[in-house]
T-cell receptor, first 114, second 112 residues
Framework: DTEVTQTPKHLVMGMTNKKSLKCEQHMGHRAMYWYKQKAKKPPELMFVYSYEKLSINESVPSRFSPECPNSSLLNLHLHALQPEDSALYLC?????????????FGPGTRLTVL | KNQVEQSPQSLIILEGKNCTLQCNYTVSPFSNLRWYKQDTGRGPVSLTIMTFSENTKSNGRYTATLDADTKQSSLHITASQLSDSASYICVVSDNAGNMLTFGGGTRLMVKP
């Protein structure tokens, strides 16, 4: 298995809803990432988990809450989002070290906040 | 501040033609440079990855070059196909390899 999977593919939620995005990889990678990407813009890093511990939080609002239950799984819990949070949310993973530390991206979850 | 700049922002070419996309970076310390292809609404897919000691790398009709002295890279697409229509993103990694600096991307449209 050489891919990163994300569910759901699309999500529409209201500002009072609580939802979660899920990311999974079975490549044995030790670092996992959440990115947010607005239309026609490059991805913006949100969180980095390294060996299941949160290592980087790029000043993301608390309405986004990451969770890494195990080395293969990464969740992003959403609560009280704003319409401007609508975007493509990308998950990525890397082996965790080495100069060829290539990031493998998932297909993304298209989130719409009403 | 680490920066990656790409040009042009957008490009339209006819099917079968060649094109070259440019990337200039000021990331330091430098680890590697990657080119990704991203279809609309999908995650980026890696095309090539090069370290400072590599000058050129090919992946089918895609050929990337790297000049670590001038901190420039290019992606050359040969005999373009309609399926090449996508955004092409240049990404530079720092020494740790975990922090990526993304370019703004070049949106390529290939027309029949």
């Amino acid at each position: 298995d050489t891919e990163v999977t994300q569910t759901p593919k699309h999500l529409v939620m209201g500002m009072t809803n609580k939802k979660s995005l899920k990311c999974e990889q079975h490549m044995g990678h030790r670092a996992m990432y959440w990115y947010k990407q607005k239309a026609k813009k490059p991805p913006e890093l949100m969180f980095v988990y390294s060996y299941e511990k949160l290592s980087i939080n790029e000043s993301v609002p608390s309405r986004f809450s990451p969770e890494c239950p195990n080395s293969s799984l990464l969740n992003l819990h959403l609560h009280a989002l704003q319409p401007e949070d609508s975007a493509l949310y990308l998950c990525a993973s890397t082996p965790g070290g080495g100069i060829y530390n290539e990031q493998f991206f998932g297909p993304g979850t298209r989130l719409t906040v009403l | 501040k680490n920066q990656v700049e790409q040009s042009p922002q957008s490009l339209i070419i006819l099917e079968g033609k060649n094109c070259t996309l440019q990337c200039n970076y000021t990331v330091s310390p430098f680890s590697n440079l990657r080119w990704y292809k991203q279809d609309t609404g999908r995650g980026p897919v890696s095309l090539t990855i090069m370290t400072f000691s590599e000058n050129t790398k090919s992946n089918g009709r895609y050929t990337a070059t790297l000049d670590a002295d001038t901190k420039q890279s290019s992606l050359h697409i040969t005999a373009s196909q309609l399926s090449d229509s996508a955004s092409y993103i240049c990404v530079v990694s720092d020494n740790a390899g975990n922090m990526l600096t993304f370019g703004g991307g070049t949106r390529l449209m290939v027309k029949p």
